[in-house]
């Protein structure tokens, strides 16, 4: 089998995978999978509009759709018009931002699951790719798992042009199972070389504060805005239904699951390009709450963005935030001021925080005065007041385990400062 693009094979991968999946239970081989039966009634060819491909290793079943630039998944297109540079620094792939949009890949899998004896394959492999004319879908679908190599050859050489795999929860189930599934096979895993981007992990830093959940399915919902229709399948339903139609030869329904997949793609693409516009330029007025805007702050100065991110935290602060994030997010900005040696804005968040008592503001007044105007004076009083805050009953034990014994130790080198000032006076 020929394995273009620069692929690499890293052969000590082999044991350490397959030990682990054999840990959770999972049979690395389909040779206990049943076959459907023969004379089937409702073939896939009948139920999904589709047809078959022809690989050395066999026949699989494609259902390909072409879908232009212009089509709108919710309120966004599928396209990759925003710079992931942003993107791709979090991702720690830098490379991926030199990558054109036909060189990314959107992958998702549907299989057997993990639970059971039947064994563990992927029986459906969902992939989008952006191509001239539009972003070209195909899903490759077993029909029996003897198919399996088919679908390895044919997946391989659809990804061929590609260099970045977007996925959602990739990095911990899809990548990992279909990695098992070249190795039982004995080829290499096409994509060990490929840039990488979970949009999960990205999705659960956006979005961990304002949604309760970070489904793609909701993420589909509430950030999209994309609803599907009734003819979608749950996801928990799947591996069950393809056992059955293995048993009766139905494909009937199988036509859900592909729906399923094939929204989970469209969807997965949109978002990669909602994200993308978000990260680009978050000011520019896409971004409608003011909890995203936070969160999209923390990420900037986590990677080093420190101007970006002072920018972009003090307009959260202008758009209503809820009381507790309102606290952290000065709190944060403050000492992001404070780095880049913009005390006048430190000083005017701290004097804010001070007066809501924030014990941390208070100790920051305290160190300034101290350290800065040499107001040792001014320091203590600071100081004296953080303690006082401490000795009220409803402040939280741990607080005063934090704070009580390096405020109480501030307090004695002051007046000991203090003293010193005066005898020298």
């Given at each position: 089998?020929?394995?273009?693009?620069?692929?690499?094979?890293?052969?000590?991968?082999?044991?350490?995978?397959?030990?682990?999946?054999?840990?959770?239970?999972?049979?690395?081989?389909?040779?206990?999978?049943?076959?459907?039966?023969?004379?089937?009634?409702?073939?896939?060819?009948?139920?999904?509009?589709?047809?078959?491909?022809?690989?050395?290793?066999?026949?699989?079943?494609?259902?390909?759709?072409?879908?232009?630039?212009?089509?709108?998944?919710?309120?966004?297109?599928?396209?990759?018009?925003?710079?992931?540079?942003?993107?791709?620094?979090?991702?720690?792939?830098?490379?991926?931002?030199?990558?054109?949009?036909?060189?990314?890949?959107?992958?998702?899998?549907?299989?057997?699951?993990?639970?059971?004896?039947?064994?563990?394959?992927?029986?459906?492999?969902?992939?989008?790719?952006?191509?001239?004319?539009?972003?070209?879908?195909?899903?490759?679908?077993?029909?029996?798992?003897?198919?399996?190599?088919?679908?390895?050859?044919?997946?391989?050489?659809?990804?061929?042009?590609?260099?970045?795999?977007?996925?959602?929860?990739?990095?911990?189930?899809?990548?990992?199972?279909?990695?098992?599934?070249?190795?039982?096979?004995?080829?290499?895993?096409?994509?060990?070389?490929?840039?990488?981007?979970?949009?999960?992990?990205?999705?659960?830093?956006?979005?961990?504060?304002?949604?309760?959940?970070?489904?793609?399915?909701?993420?589909?919902?509430?950030?999209?805005?994309?609803?599907?229709?009734?003819?979608?399948?749950?996801?928990?339903?799947?591996?069950?239904?393809?056992?059955?139609?293995?048993?009766?030869?139905?494909?009937?329904?199988?036509?859900?699951?592909?729906?399923?997949?094939?929204?989970?793609?469209?969807?997965?693409?949109?978002?990669?390009?909602?994200?993308?516009?978000?990260?680009?330029?978050?000011?520019?007025?896409?971004?409608?709450?003011?909890?995203?805007?936070?969160?999209?702050?923390?990420?900037?100065?986590?990677?080093?963005?420190?101007?970006?991110?002072?920018?972009?935290?003090?307009?959260?602060?202008?758009?209503?935030?809820?009381?507790?994030?309102?606290?952290?997010?000065?709190?944060?900005?403050?000492?992001?001021?404070?780095?880049?040696?913009?005390?006048?804005?430190?000083?005017?968040?701290?004097?804010?925080?001070?007066?809501?008592?924030?014990?941390?503001?208070?100790?920051?007044?305290?160190?300034?005065?101290?350290?800065?105007?040499?107001?040792?004076?001014?320091?203590?009083?600071?100081?004296?007041?953080?303690?006082?805050?401490?000795?009220?009953?409803?402040?939280?034990?741990?607080?005063?385990?934090?704070?009580?014994?390096?405020?109480?130790?501030?307090?004695?080198?002051?007046?000991?400062?203090?003293?010193?000032q005066e005898q020298a006076e």
């Amino acid at each position: 089998m020929p394995f273009g693009n620069g692929f690499r094979y890293n052969q000590s991968l082999m044991p350490d995978l397959s030990d682990r999946l054999k840990a959770l239970g999972v049979k690395l081989g389909t040779e206990q999978l049943s076959r459907p039966k023969t004379a089937l009634k409702f073939p896939i060819e009948s139920v999904v509009e589709g047809s078959l491909t022809a690989t050395p290793h066999g026949d699989v079943f494609l259902v390909e759709a072409l879908y232009p630039h212009s089509h709108a998944q919710g309120n966004t297109t599928l396209s990759l018009s925003a710079p992931l540079d942003l993107i791709s620094v979090w991702a720690g792939e830098e490379r991926m931002a030199q990558h054109t949009p036909e060189q990314f890949a959107f992958i998702d899998t549907e299989t057997t699951g993990l639970a059971g004896g039947s064994g563990t394959f992927a029986f459906m492999v969902g992939v989008g790719r952006f191509e001239e004319q539009g972003f070209r879908l195909a899903q490759f679908f077993m029909r029996e798992p003897g198919e399996e190599p088919a679908l390895l050859h044919a997946l391989e050489h659809f990804l061929a042009p590609c260099e970045t795999i977007v996925s959602f929860n990739g990095k911990s189930y899809d990548l990992p199972l279909l990695q098992a599934r070249y190795i039982t096979n004995s080829w290499p895993f096409p994509l060990q070389q490929t840039a990488h981007l979970d949009l999960l992990h990205l999705a659960r830093r956006l979005w961990r504060q304002r949604l309760p959940s970070r489904a793609l399915s909701y993420l589909e919902e509430h950030i999209l805005e994309q609803t599907r229709s009734e003819e979608d399948t749950p996801g928990w339903m799947i591996p069950q239904m393809y056992f059955d139609y293995l048993q009766s030869g139905d494909a009937r329904p199988m036509k859900g699951i592909f729906y399923h997949n094939a929204m989970d793609i469209l969807s997965l693409a949109a978002l990669t390009n909602h994200i993308a516009h978000l990260l680009a330029d978050p000011l520019d007025g896409r971004v409608s709450h003011a909890l995203d805007l936070a969160a999209i702050g923390r990420l900037n100065e986590d990677l080093g963005y420190l101007d970006k991110a002072a920018r972009i935290l003090e307009h959260s602060l202008d758009e209503g935030l809820p009381p507790q994030t309102r606290q952290e997010v000065i709190r944060r900005l403050s000492m992001l001021q404070k780095r880049r040696g913009e005390m006048a804005l430190a000083l005017s968040l701290w004097w804010q925080a001070a007066a809501e008592r924030q014990i941390y503001a208070h100790e920051e007044l305290a160190k300034y005065y101290e350290h800065t105007e040499k107001n040792f004076p001014e320091a203590l009083r600071w100081t004296q007041s953080a303690l006082a805050l401490l000795a009220l009953p409803n402040t939280p034990f741990a607080d005063k385990l934090q704070w009580q014994a390096p405020l109480q130790h501030r307090q004695n080198r002051l007046q000991e400062k203090i003293a010193r000032q005066e005898q020298a006076e």
